[in-house]
């Protein structure tokens, strides 16, 4: 029996939808909620991430800004433009688009952003808020992917969750929140021995790498839920996540589809954090 397709591009919707509702009722306090995103280079794929982060701002009553940088932007001028927007009160979330250029030291600029408009979650405050099951803001496609797996019904308490992927921005952040949720956490990575036995122990099993179609039908458990965070650019156009989906959907019990499966949740949950950073600035 095929696997339940998780749909988060419905889900998405359904939470934008919600924070209408929020907005409105900030934009009657006097408050409307504003996110700046800073893009610094061309890189393709950022620029279409950035220009999808403002369309879903429309969408839900956000303002937002996007301020361009050129490639060769100094540090100096990038902390500097931060700097600005940290004081903005008009602005109540401040990302930076990644990756940065290599000339930039990527930890110095993210937490040059204030912790308080930090609504990317990368700054080390709120990742170790996170780390002590504090208040905070989390980064944006772990919190995603823990709605899926609620949406799809499935229960991490007491099962086995299995990230192949253990990047600051989604495989740590997301060992931590099914942690919170009382799974028994394995984090696999480029030197774990043996990653398909690994894999075949997972209720819940998180493809987080950027390696096409490396989870194959033989790495799954029977039933289990397939989170794929993964989205690749094939030689012939096509995008293609971490998961071979069309295998590995014969075999799960649940699994989200590439695309329309994490990513339209990523940019919602980015959405709701600004909005929350704005109800905060007023509390």
Request: net charge positive; glycine share 8%.
């Amino acid at each position: 029996m095929a696997a339940k397709i998780i749909d988060g591009k419905s889900l998405a919707a359904q939470l934008r939808h919600s924070l209408k509702t929020a907005v409105a009722a900030l934009v009657a306090r006097g408050v409307r909620p504003g996110l700046a995103a800073i893009l610094a280079g061309d890189d393709p794929a950022s620029r279409v991430y950035v220009r999808n982060k403002a369309r879903a701002c429309d969408d839900t009553g956000v303002h937002s800004e996007i301020h361009e940088l050129p490639e060769n932007v100094s540090e100096r001028t990038l902390l500097e433009r931060i700097a600005r927007l940290n004081a903005d009160r008009a602005v109540h979330g401040v990302l930076v688009q990644l990756p940065l250029p290599r000339h930039l030291d990527a930890h110095r600029v993210l937490d040059a952003v204030s912790p308080a408009k930090d609504v990317d979650g990368f700054h080390a405050a709120n990742l170790g808020a996170l780390v002590q099951g504090r208040p905070g803001f989390v980064p944006g496609t772990p919190a995603g992917v823990m709605r899926l797996i609620e949406h799809a019904g499935v229960d991490v308490a007491g099962r086995q969750a299995v990230i192949v992927g253990r990047s600051n921005i989604v495989g740590k952040p997301l060992a931590l929140l099914l942690l919170q949720k009382d799974a028994t956490v394995t984090i696999c990575h480029s030197r774990t021995r043996d990653l398909a036995a690994v894999a075949r122990q997972a209720d819940v099993l998180i493809a987080a790498v950027g390696r096409p179609r490396l989870i194959t039908a033989s790495m799954v458990k029977p039933g289990a839920c397939v989170i794929d965070v993964g989205i690749n650019r094939l030689a012939d156009g096509k995008l293609a996540g971490d998961v071979d989906f069309d295998a590995v959907k014969e075999i799960a019990g649940s699994i989200t589809p590439v695309p329309g499966g994490v990513g339209p949740m990523t940019i919602a949950m980015l959405i709701a954090n600004t909005v929350r950073a704005a109800e905060l600035s007023i509390e």
